[in-house]
C-alpha cells in the first residue's frame, strides 16, 4: 500500500477545506486591494481637483501644518503677498506675512489651540493688516479653518487684500458726503413725500421757495397744496403714476402765479415696492418769462436777419429754404425765389464742391458748427465771388438743418493781395532804402539795413546786429534816448523827429535825427528806428544862416508874402507883408509848422508840391489857401523854389501874392454870369410855354373844329350823292396829322406833364417816347428820389435829360441806354448812360459842342457840377450833381 493511502479521508477533506477558504480570502484580498487601489487613485483626483480649485481660488489659500509651517500656497497668494511657491514653502507663517506687531498674539493663539483645542481667531472673519515681501503692510480680510487628518492637526488659511475695497469704502463715504451736501447746499427744492402724499422732508431751498424757516412747519402737509386748484387733479394723477413705479417730469403753477418744474423719483424698499417719493421742483417763473420774450426776441432776430447787410442762408437737405435780402444779393438773384429750393452745391465752384459736401456732411451727423472757410462760389449771374462761410447746425420748421453766414471776400481777397505785394515791395524798399533802419527789441539791435551800417562805420550788419542798442547812442543822449524809448513801449505808435547825437563803431560822433515806430520783428514787439545823418546838413545851416542876413533885409520890406521853410517844414524866415497879412508873430513862428497855416482844401496839393521843391525843381504859379491867425481864409498864388548849397537841397523859399480880394472879385461875375444864363433859361422856358400853350388852346382847337365841321360836310354830301370819299378822306388825314403835329410841338416845347403831374411822371412819358422813336431801350431808376417843389429845377433837370437823350440816339449807336435820379442829403444827383460808341470829352468840349453846353449852362446856373466819362468800350457816363437849397 502506498503513501496515499495511508492518510486518513477525514484529513484530506479538511485539507481541501482549508485550500478553499484561502481561496476565497484571496479572492477577497484581490477585491479589496482593487478598491484599494481605485481609492488611492480617486484620492489622488480628488487632491488634484481640490489643488486646481485652490489655484484659481480668487482669494489668496495658504496651509500651515501643527508647528506653523507653511506647507500649500495658490497663485493667488503668491499675487497678493510678492512670494512665489519655490520661495515660501517650508517657512514660517508668522515671520513672513504677518507683521511684526501682530506676531506675538498669533504665537500665543496658536500655541493656545494646540493645547485647548479653543481658539478665538478661528473660523470667523478678521480685518487686519498683511506683510508684502517688500515689507509693506496692507489690508486683508482673514479666515482660519482647524482641520485634522490621520490624527494631525492642519490649518488653512483664506485671505482676501482689502486694498481696493478699502478705497472704495473710502470713496463710497466721500460720495455720501458730498451727495448729502449737494442736497442740502443745492438750489433746487429737493423734498420727499410719504405714501400718504404728505411731505416727509424737504432741504433750505425748498423751505425758502415755498416761505417757511423751519422743517418742522412744512413737515405732514399734503403735497396737493401747493398746485393750484385747477391743476390739482393733474398732479393728483402722476403722485398716482409715481407711486406705482414711473418717473414723472410735469411743471404747474400755484394760486400765487408762480411756475414749478418738478418730478417724481420713486424711492424702492427691499422688497423693491415704491415706499415713498423724492421730488425735485424748481422756481421757473422767470423762466416763463424770459421763454417769452424769447419769442418775441426770435421774432425780433428774424427782422433784424431779414434786413442784416450780411447774408444768411438756411438750408434743408441741401437745398435752400430761406435767405435774406443780402444773400440775394450776394447769389446776384432777382429774388428769393431764384433761391429756394435750389441745391447750394449749385452755387459752389467744381473745384470746392468736395469739401462743400464733407463740411455739410459733418454737421449733419455730429451738429455743433464748422470752422470759417473760405470757398469759391459762381453766382446767379455765373460771376465767380470768393466767400467766406460758416456753418452750424439748427433746426429749421422743425428740421435739422444748417445756418450759413457768408461773407464775399473777393474784394478784400485782392486788397490783401496787394497788400502782401506792397509788404515785398516795402521790405525790398527798406532793404535798399538810403535811409539808415534798424529794428531793436529789449535793448539789443534785430536788424539794420545797408545805409544803416554804411552810416555808423560797420562793416556788416553782423556787426551791429545782438548789439545793445545804447552802445551806439552818445552818452549826453542816452538819458533822452531812453526815455523816448519807455514812452514809445507805453504809448505806442510813433515818437517825434527829434535829434539825438550817436557814436559810431568807430567812435565818430554825429548829429542825427531819429524817428522811432512801435511794430512787430518776427511776432516780436520791436521799434523801427530811421536815422537821418544831420550833420553835414548842420553845417550847411549855419552857413545858410549867415547867408540869411544878407538877403533878409531886402526879403523884410518886399510888397509879396515871402517865407523860407526848412526841410522839416519849420519856419526860416517870413517879412512883414507876410505876417501882417497873416498875423502870426515871429514868437508865434518859432513852434509852427508850414502845414499849420495850409488850409485843408490845400493840404494834399501843398504837400505834393513841396515834394517836388525838395527834389530841386522850382514850382510856378501855385495857388493855395492859407489859414490867418484870427482863422480868416487868405489865397494866394506865386511861385516856389528849392534852397541849394553845394549842390543839396537846404531849404525851400516861396514868393506869394494875396489874390483873396481878386478872386472874390471873379466870384462875383461868375455869380453874375449865371444868373443871366439862368434869367435867359427862364425866359426860354416861360416863352416855350406860352407857344405851347397858344399852339394848343389856338390852332390846335382850330385844327379839331376844322376837323369836326369836315364830318359835317362829308355827312351831307353822303345823302345827296356828291360825296368822294378819297378826297374827304385825304384832307380828314391831313387835318389829324396837323393835330398830332401840334401837339408833339406844343409837347416839345413844354411838356404839360411835367407842370401838372410833376418831374418823375414827365419823365417817365420822356423815356418811354424817346425810346419808340429812336428804337432804343431806354431805363429810368428814380431810386430814393422824391418830387420837389422847385418848378424850375424840374425844368432844368428835364431839359437835361431830354438834351442827353437826344444826343444819344443822334450820335451814339446806342443799344440800350438809362437814367438814374436821386437823393444824397445834400445834393440831387442824375446819372445818364449809353453803350454806344462814346467821344472824345476834351476835343468835344473844345469844339463846343451846343448839347453838351446846353447841359451845362443849365446845371452851373443852379450852382451845380457836371462831370463826363466816355469811351469807345463802355460808352458814355453823364454825372450831374445840384444842391437841394438853390432855388
Partial sequence: MDSASTIPFKQIETLQKRIQFLERELKHLNIAQANINKAHKKLVESERRIQKILNSALDAVVVINNKGTITNWNPQAEIIFGWKLAEIIGKDLSSTIIPKKYREAHKKGFDHYLKTGNGPALNRRLKISGLHQNGIEFPIELTIIPNKQNGREFFSA???????QVKLDKSLKESEEKYRNLVKNSPLCIHEIDRKGNIAAMNKAGLDMVGVKNESEIIGLKYLDFPSKKERKKVAGLLKDAFNGKTTVFEFTTEKNRYYRSNFIPIKDEDGLVSSLMGISEDVTQRKKTEKDLIESEKRSRKIVDNSPHPVAVHTNQKFVYVNSAAINLFAAKSAKQLIGKNVLDFVHPSFKKIAKSRIKKLQSSGGKVPILQEKFMRADKKLIDVEVNGIAIDFNGKPSILASLTDV????????????????????????????????????????????????????????????????????????????????????KTKVAVEKLVTLKGKII?????????????????????????????????????????????????????????????????????????????????????????????????????????????????????????NIIEVEGNASPRIIDGKVVATQGFFRDVTKRNELTLELINEKNKRIFESIYTQEEERHRIAT??????????????????????????????????????????KNAINETKDIAYGLTPATLHDLGLKPALKQLCKTMSGQGKIKIGLDYGNFKEIKDNNLNICLYRIVQEALNNIIKHSKAKKASVQIFKSKKSI?????????????????????????NIKDRVESFNGKVKINSDSKSGTEIIIEVPQSNK
Avoid at 483664506?158 to 481696493?164: A, K, Y
Avoid at 535811409?435 to 553782423?462: F, I, Q, R, W
Avoid at 528806428?529 to 548842420?538: F, G, K, L, M
Fill in 511 to 631: 548829429d542825427a535825427e531819429v524817428v522811432g515806430m512801435l511794430m512787430k520783428y518776427d511776432d516780436t514787439p520791436a521799434i523801427l528806428v530811421t536815422i537821418t545823418d544831420i550833420t553835414e546838413r548842420n553845417k550847411f545851416e549855419v552857413q545858410l544862416k549867415e547867408s540869411e542876413e544878407r538877403y533878409r533885409s531886402l526879403f523884410e520890406n518886399a510888397h509879396d508874402l515871402i517865407q523860407s521853410i526848412d526841410l522839416n517844414g519849420s519856419f526860416l524866415f517870413v517879412n512883414k507883408s507876410w505876417r501882417k497879412a497873416l498875423g502870426y508873430s515871429k514868437k508865434d513862428l518859432i513852434s509852427m509848422n508850414i502845414m499849420d497855416i495850409v488850409h485843408p482844401d490845400s493840404m494834399h496839393h501843398c504837400m505834393l508840391m513841396m515834394q517836388e521843391v525838395l527834389k530841386g525843381k522850382v514850382m510856378k504859379n501855385l495857388e493855395a489857401k492859407f489859414i490867418s491867425k484870427n482863422g
Fill in 158 to 164: 483664506f485671505i482676501r487684500d482689502l486694498s481696493e
Fill in 410 to 493: 473777393t474784394r478784400r481777397n485782392a486788397y490783401e493781395s496787394a497788400i502782401k505785394e506792397s509788404e515785398e515791395r516795402f521790405r525790398c524798399i527798406v532793404e535798399d532804402s538810403p535811409h539808415p533802419m534798424a529794428v531793436h527789441s529789449n535793448g539789443v539791435v534785430l536788424y539794420t539795413n545797408d545805409a544803416c551800417v554804411k552810416v555808423l562805420e560797420a562793416k556788416t550788419s553782423a556787426d551791429l546786429v545782438g548789439r545793445p542798442i545804447m552802445d551806439i547812442v552818445y552818452e549826453s543822449s542816452k538819458k533822452f534816448a531812453a526815455s523816448r524809448i519807455k514812452n514809445l513801449i507805453k504809448k505806442g505808435g
Fill in 694 to 735: 397858344e399852339l394848343h388852346d389856338g390852332l390846335g382847337q382850330i385844327l379839331t373844329g376844322i376837323s369836326f365841321n369836315i364830318d359835317n360836310i362829308r355827312n351831307d354830301l353822303e345823302s345827296t350823292g356828291k360825296y368822294k370819299k378819297k378826297v374827304f378822306n385825304d384832307v380828314q388825314s391831313m387835318i
Fill in 829 to 853: 444827383f442824375l446819372v445818364i448812360e449809353d453803350n454806344g460808341k462814346g467821344f472824345n470829352v476834351e476835343q468835344t468840349q473844345k469844339n463846343t459842342s451846343m448839347g453838351l453846353q
